[in-house]
């Protein structure tokens, strides 16, 4: 039976609290650690703050128990083996990661650090940020011998995040000490030797027994670098997708069609090769400007980068261009939008593509009915309720009498919506769909004009003759 664990989680937030509960889920024992006092009296009192599939029942299960809520770190340093640095590295100005927070966490873990610990990297951080938390520890009175550093990125999806740690691809461990690596083995043990898929009331998932997650133990840099590079590959796989749904659309092809054709070679894959209005979130946009600025500090030629920052944000300003290409003027149009997380299943809306393209459409004049199953109070506080912006309970309050409705988030139930009860809410019958949740043939049955990404424009049989040319 794998052993538990102490285990410091310093960070509460998307990063901090999943990996906290899970750790507590794989039988460890956590503190989890946050300067604000207000989050963690909430989360003490089962408020999970975010939404994340199956965080709620983990919660309501280990919180004041397995894993328990403090603003201490002093006293969390002292009473745990490895402490697990999650505070965020917000982007700079200049495109670097911001890491003055966990630079402030590795001086606060100096002042009180009394036997051996591992101090590990799971916020995500540029390469050589290792030695930077050992110099802050030595600089600040640490023997060496008492601590070693270790980097352990984090490959989380929000939305799926609980299921993705319990069920990772792969666990990637930084290590340059035996002594450490042999500590993250035995704190992971539960995952790799396959014990916790024995369990009954385990998070469900793709691993199994038979096949467990693999373990890839690395030099500390290779592992700060494989985060980096992961999610800039990702991203610019998405903005090479994007790239060839604006050939499509001016070939008047199908970029799904293209997709699936390039997705079954195996080479390739179909994860990512899903044409929209552009990444965004919390950690691609943050990840490839931080991972081009490491390169250009090293003097590496890292320009590719910057084309996918370009092609993505250009997706957005094409895809109010296709609102206009459909209501000629846009001022004065009411639109309804479907979606503000930047993604379906979380109420994320950091760096999201939907918020960006609700500002452009108002700044040309749109008045806008927004709805999004979770992400709508988040919104409301950056974008307050106005004359030309109102924030509705349902899909189909949004389409009430607007010249047309956009889909700018990929929620699943907005790909469920009743057409035939849309239709009717919408002063006139124009989708314009920035997810593709729709095929271009049963809205036109249904009698809509249907514009989505990289696909042909659909119109009703009746609406032919007047369709503009292309």
Not at 67 to 74: E, K, N, P, Q, Y
Not at 239 to 253: D, K, M, P
Not at 264 to 276: A, E
Not at 388 to 408: H, K, M, P, Q, S
Request: with cysteine.
């Amino acid at each position: 039976m794998s052993k538990s664990i102490s285990i410091a989680v310093v960070g509460s937030g998307y990063v901090g609290l999943v990996a906290a509960v899970c750790f507590a889920e794989m039988g460890h024992e956590v503190i989890c650690v946050d300067n604000d006092e207000r989050k963690v009296v909430a989360l003490q009192g089962g408020d999970t703050l975010i939404h994340e599939h199956y965080l709620p029942e983990l919660l309501s299960r280990y919180r004041n128990g397995r894993v328990r809520f403090t603003t201490d770190l002093a006293d969390a340093t002292r009473k745990c083996a490895a402490i697990f640095i999650a505070v965020g590295t917000p982007q700079s100005e200049t495109g670097d990661a911001d890491l003055s927070y966990v630079e402030a966490v590795a001086c606060e873990i100096a002042r009180s650090i009394d036997s051996y610990k591992v101090i590990v990297e799971k916020s995500t951080v540029p390469v050589y940020t290792n030695e930077w938390i050992s110099r802050a520890m030595e600089r600040n009175g640490v023997d060496h011998s008492l601590f070693d550093v270790v980097s352990n990125p984090e490959f989380l999806r929000e939305g799926t995040a609980v299921a993705d740690f319990l069920h990772p691809d792969r666990i990637v461990v930084g290590a340059d000490s035996e002594r450490a690596g042999a500590i993250l083995k035995d704190i992971y043990a539960p995952l790799t030797n396959g014990e916790y898929y024995q369990r009954a009331d385990g998070i469900p998932g793709f691993c199994s027994v038979s096949e467990p997650p693999p373990l890839l133990m690395t030099s500390t840099k290779s592992a700060e670098i494989i985060k980096h590079a992961s999610n800039a590959f990702l991203a610019m796989k998405i903005s090479f997708i994007n790239a060839v749904s604006n050939l499509c659309e001016a070939a008047n092809a199908n970029v799904e069609q293209v997709a699936k054709g390039m997705g079954l070679d195996t080479r390739i894959g179909p994860k990512f090769l899903r044409p929209g209005i552009g990444y965004g979130g919390s950690c691609f946009p943050k990840d490839v400007a931080a991972f081009r600025s490491v390169a250009d500090q090293m003097g590496v030629d890292f320009s590719l980068l910057s084309e996918v920052e370009k092609i993505n944000a250009q997706q957005k300003k094409r895809f109010v261009s296709k609102v206009r290409s459909a209501l000629w003027n846009l001022r004065g149009k009411k639109l309804g939008v479907l979606g503000l997380a930047f993604k379906g299943e979380t109420d994320d809306i950091r760096e999201s593509p939907a918020i960006e393209i609700v500002k452009m459409l108002l700044a040309e004049g749109c008045s806008i009915s927004a709805f999004d199953p979770a992400a709508a109070k988040r919104t409301e506080q950056i974008l307050p309720a106005s004359a030309t912006l109102r924030y509705v309970d349902e899909a189909y309050d949004a389409a009430a009498d607007a010249d047309a409705l956009l889909i700018l988030t990929d929620w699943p139930e907005f790909a469920e919506l009743d057409l035939k009860r849309l239709n009717q809410a919408l002063r006139y019958p124009i989708v314009i769909d920035g997810r593709n949740l729709y095929d271009p043939h049963a809205m036109t049955e249904h009698g809509f004009t249907y514009l989505s990404v990289g696909r042909p424009a659909a119109y009703p049989v009746r609406d032919l003759a007047s369709a503009p040319s292309r």
